[in-house]
DNA sequence: ACCTGAACACCGTTCAAGT
DNA sequence: ACCTGAACACCGTTCAAGT
């Protein structure tokens, strides 16, 4: 905290595009969204404020560059063979960048879409053109995967990182799960019905069976016509 | 603006948590979630600043009373006969109310679940009870159902609202198709073939079709077990 | 071309003070 | 119980000035 002054002589003054994203990356992990200032980011990369806004146009920007540098192109490279397990491939790549960088999900979310988010709508859906000939079943189970995904890793990225608590990850799901125990019964019959549902959650298997009741939609689809 | 004297003599100065809501909500009508303040929303209610704090903890719970008040418990008490119709009609709501307010959809997708996302997860859940006996299943569907409905609603809204400028909606619509048709056919073939497809995007058709595939999805998986 | 740091116009939140 | 308004500790963004 002190010792900011003069550790390294002035090998390189430069202030790369690479380091200000890992360091945004960072600071996002470890203070979450409200974490990542110009200011914080500025003092971590040792140089002056408005540093960053001469390299990134403006915050969300900044927020572009993290998301990019979490979620790399290569990344989403998968062929497991069959276009569904390609599918479930990608997704789980998704699920598990959320999960460790419990920012991801909200910025992924967060119209409009990104070169990211494009990305991921391009590498599912060249699996799903094999699935089905029809361009209007192609769109709507690509968007209703990509949503899903998004959407479910969000929910369950937020219930994991409460491990750092007293309880422990399993601790707070049922501690959740607990919660919907009390509801009103009369007023919340199928959310009760739900608590010890619930415990499953937030693991691989129970996201990737959301995966395969789309791809069953689709299939099903197919069928009729 | 000058006028904000003593217009009304003091028929009651009360402040009601009711009028703190339906304010927040023209403000974030009229000029998207940044409109929002506290500072606004007390000058716009003819009151000092810190005010609102004293009705409502801090700006989440604002947010909250806005959400609440734009899609009431009422909205989601549909019963259209089968399961399948009240969840479309369920669906419909939400869009048509994440369509009227375009902050409605991050606002819901955001974490924690709020009062309002549980209950429309309540509300689609029961009808899921009647079409599958497995909770494994009811939770994969309902909470599947409802990722889509938040998400691609969002999407949707977004565009919808470019209607303001100078095109039109069709036209906004035409102009993202464009854009995916300039991509490059080695890097975004999958994307680039849904150009035209992008057009019908938008419509309440478009968005039933990805609910009517999730429900597929359930009623293959029942079949096969 | 790249970096500095002060300045501007905000923001949410708190809180003593009034009625 | 309800409202006021000043004060605090921030924030993103801009921009003249340096190297």
Redesign the interface.
């Known amino acids: 905290m002190g010792d900011a002054s003069v550790a390294e002589p002035s090998e390189s003054r430069a202030v790369p595009r690479d380091r200000i994203a890992a360091a945004a990356v960072e600071l996002l992990d470890a203070h979450g969204e409200s974490g990542l200032t110009f200011r914080a980011l500025a003092r971590r990369l040792q140089t002056g404020p408005g540093v960053i806004q001469w390299h990134l146009a403006n915050k969300a920007g900044l927020l572009q560059a993290a998301t990019a540098a979490v979620l790399p192109d290569a990344m989403l490279d998968e062929d497991a063979g069959t276009p569904r397990e390609t599918i479930r491939a990608i997704a789980v790549d998704v699920y598990d960048a959320i999960d460790a960088h419990p920012w991801l ?2 910025q992924l ?5 990104q070169d990211t988010m ?1 990305r991921i ?2 590498h599912i ?2 699996s ?2 094999a699935l089905t000939p029809q ?10 995967l ?3 995904i ?3 890793g ?2 369950q990225a ?1 219930t994991s990182r409460s491990e750092t608590a007293t309880t422990g990850r399993a601790g707070a799901l049922a501690a959740l799960s607990a919660q919907w125990e009390c509801l009103n019964p009369q007023e ?4 009760r ?2 608590a ?3 415990r ?2 937030g693991d691989r298997d ?1 996201f990737l ?2 995966v ?10 197919r069928r009729e016509e």
Do not use: C, V
Not at 109 to 113: G, N, V
Not at 212 to 221: H, K, M, R, V
């Open positions: 999900g909200a979310a967060k119209p409009p879409w494009l709508f391009e859906g060249r799903i053109q361009f209007a079943a192609q769109f709507s189970a690509t968007s209703t990509l949503n899903y998004i959407g479910a969000s929910q937020r919340w019959p199928f959310t019905s739900m010890t549902q619930l499953s959650h129970e069976a959301g395969d009741l789309i791809l069953d939609g689709l299939n099903a689809t």
